[in-house]
């Protein structure tokens, strides 16, 4: 078998910013958390640096599922304002297969995940666009007019 057959494309080009309410040493602490419930393994904390090994299919590359991959999730965090933090998770997927705009989807739904992990204890004290706090029942953020619903 020749080495080009064992060889695999990395894909590394999908960057998404949330921001997080909290201080960044708090953030941090529940996005590991958060990381770890998704089946990432924590390989540094600063900056945060995770990886999940290849599933199903993926393992012999013919998933067409971009989270079945080998993944690298790199997230890098900085204090906002005093109220949130924001994250930009960077996803590495290592396969073959090109990343589609479906693909960016599911990596995008899943750093949302990830970050409703890490915010599901103090429910919805900010916005997660922009940080603002919200203060009321409203459904959207008086700043930035992102939705403010817990789906």
Known sequence: M???YLSTTTLKDHDLTLAIPGDIESVRLRLINAIKTLGYKVLSEQPLHAKRG?????SWDCSMNALDYLTVLTVSLKQMNDLAVVATF???IKSFMHLTKGDRQTLAREAQAIAGLATE????SACPSCGTQVTDES???????????LD
């Open 139 to 149: 459904n959207f953020c008086r700043r930035c007019g992102a939705p403010l619903e």
């Open 90 to 92: 960077n996803y590495e």
């Open 54 to 58: 290849a599933q199903g299919a993926a």
């Open 2 to 4: 020749s080495s080009r």
């Open 121 to 124: 204890r103090g429910a919805l």
